[in-house]
């Protein structure tokens, strides 16, 4: 995928696969909702969570995101790097604001409303920032079309 197309993809992809190290140092995955903004990957999180005690230790993290449900229709984004864990009360705001656009189908205009009533819940949350270290694209549709049926 080109760099637009990747950018696209990701700002519409669903839920993500987000993987951390765990204490032992096997991969922990779990299912994700993600937004992009100012072209970074966000998430949200309980600040207890076991996916923050993971990048207190350990920032390095994969996220997969993917479609298709034939071989020739397989498109996705993966993206390697570390995590910024913010306790910004601000920041978590935002991306509890574009989660519930993006995923809720939530009219921007109510935001600021539902923003006030989420405020005192997000102390006990964080936002995580993919800082992407590496980007790595496939679109079996495209594949598919230069090779032929």
């Known amino acids: ?18 993987v951390t190290l765990g204490p032992d140092g096997f991969p922990d995955p779990v299912g994700m909702w993600f937004v992009v903004i ?26 997969l995101i993917e479609t298709g ?15 910024e864990v913010s306790d910004d009360i601000e920041r978590i705001c935002e991306v509890f604001a574009g989660l519930m656009v993006k995923y809720e189908g939530m009219d921007p205009a109510h935001v600021p409303a539902v923003i006030e009533g989420y405020r005192p819940r997000a102390p006990k949350q964080r ?23």
């Open 127 to 149: 936002a995580l920032r993919l800082v992407v270290e590496r980007a790595t694209s496939w679109d079996h549709a495209k594949q598919q079309a230069v090779r032929g049926p």
């Open 38 to 63: 100012d072209g970074d990957v966000w998430m949200r999180t309980y600040a207890k969570s076991q996916k923050v005690i993971n990048l207190q230790r350990d920032p390095r993290a994969a996220m």
């Open 69 to 83: 449900d034939t071989y020739a229709e397989l498109r996705g984004v993966q993206l390697t790097g570390t995590v």
């Open 1 to 18: 995928m080109t760099p637009d197309e990747v950018d696209a993809f990701l700002r519409a992809g669903r839920t993500a696969s987000f």
